[in-house]
C-alpha cells in the first residue's frame, strides 16, 4: 500500500529564514502532490499542487518540488515569518483515485 | 464565499450512544469526502461520495461506522454505539470533481469525545 512519510514532526527556524520540509513516499507513482497548511483547532487549507511531470511549482513565498525519480517532495517557504507557524501536511492521490492520503505533518515554529 | 461547514463543531457522548455529524459541502461540489484525524496522527481517510453514490467506503474501520448523502448536497456521518476508540477530530472535504487534480476544501471538523 502507498506509504507517506514528513520526516520531522517539528521544525524550528528564526524569522527571514528559508523553511524545508521534506516528503517521502514508497510503492507508489501519484500523478499529483498536494500540500496543505493546518493551524490548531482548523481544518487543513489547500497550499499548492504538483503534477508529476512538473519539476517545481511557485506561489508568491512558497516553492514546492517533485522528484519521481527520488520519490520526494520539497516545501519550501521563504522569508519565513511568525504568522507562517503551523503545521504543513502532504498528500498525494490513492491509486484508486477515490482519497488523498495524507502524511502527519510537519510543525514548523517561526521565532521573531 | 461559503466554505464547507460543518456541525455540531463539538460533541461530547456516552460510550454505547449512536452519534451523527453533518457535512454541508460548497455548493456544486459533486466530491465529498470524510475523514478522521486522532491526536498525533495524520488524516485517516474514512468515505468518498460522488453525488449520492460511495465508491469508495474502504477507509470506514467498522460496520458500526456509515455515512449517506442526499441530494448531493449534505452528508452524514453516524456511528453506532460509540467506543472510546472514535474519540477524534471528524474532517470533511469537498471538491469541483474527482480528487487527484483537484484541491479538497476542507471543514473544520466535529471533535468527537467518548466518556
Known amino acids: 500500500s502507498q506509504k507517506i512519510e514528513q520526516n520531522s514532526e517539528a521544525l524550528n527556524i528564526q524569522e527571514g529564514k528559508t523553511a524545508t520540509l521534506t516528503c517521502n513516499y514508497t510503492?507508489?507513482?501519484?500523478?499529483?502532490l498536494q500540500w496543505y497548511r493546518q493551524d490548531p483547532g482548523r481544518g487543513p487549507v489547500f497550499l499548492l499542487l504538483?503534477?508529476?511531470?512538473?519539476k517545481e511549482k511557485r506561489k508568491e513565498r512558497l516553492k514546492v518540488t517533485f522528484d519521481t525519480t527520488l520519490k520526494q517532495s520539497l516545501f519550501h517557504i521563504t522569508a519565513s515569518q511568525p504568522a507562517d507557524s503551523a503545521t504543513y501536511l502532504c498528500?498525494?492521490?490513492?491509486?484508486?483515485?477515490?482519497?488523498?492520503?495524507f502524511g502527519k505533518g510537519t510543525t514548523l515554529s517561526v521565532s521573531s | 464565499g461559503a466554505g464547507v461547514s460543518q456541525s455540531p463543531s463539538n460533541k461530547v457522548t456516552e460510550k454505547g450512544k449512536d452519534v451523527e455529524l453533518r457535512c454541508d459541502p460548497i455548493?456544486?461540489?459533486?466530491?465529498l469526502y470524510w475523514y478522521r484525524q486522532s491526536l498525533g496522527q495524520g488524516l485517516e481517510f474514512l468515505i468518498y461520495?460522488?453525488?449520492?453514490?460511495?465508491?469508495?467506503k474502504s477507509g470506514l474501520p467498522s460496520d458500526r461506522f456509515s455515512a449517506e448523502r442526499t441530494g448531493g448536497s449534505v452528508s452524514t456521518l453516524t456511528i453506532q454505539r460509540t467506543q472510546q476508540e472514535d474519540s477524534a477530530v471528524y474532517l470533511c472535504?469537498?471538491?469541483?470533481?474527482?480528487?487527484?487534480?483537484?484541491?479538497?476544501?476542507f471543514g473544520d471538523g466535529t471533535r468527537l469525545s467518548i466518556l
Open positions: 504538483i503534477r508529476e511531470n512538473e
Open positions: 461520495f460522488q453525488g449520492n453514490s460511495a465508491p469508495d
Open positions: 498528500a498525494l492521490d490513492n491509486q484508486a483515485g477515490t482519497a488523498l492520503i
Open positions: 455548493s456544486g461540489h459533486t466530491a
Open positions: 510503492n507508489y507513482s501519484p500523478a499529483y
Open positions: 472535504a469537498s471538491s469541483p470533481g474527482r480528487q487527484g487534480n483537484q484541491p479538497q476544501h
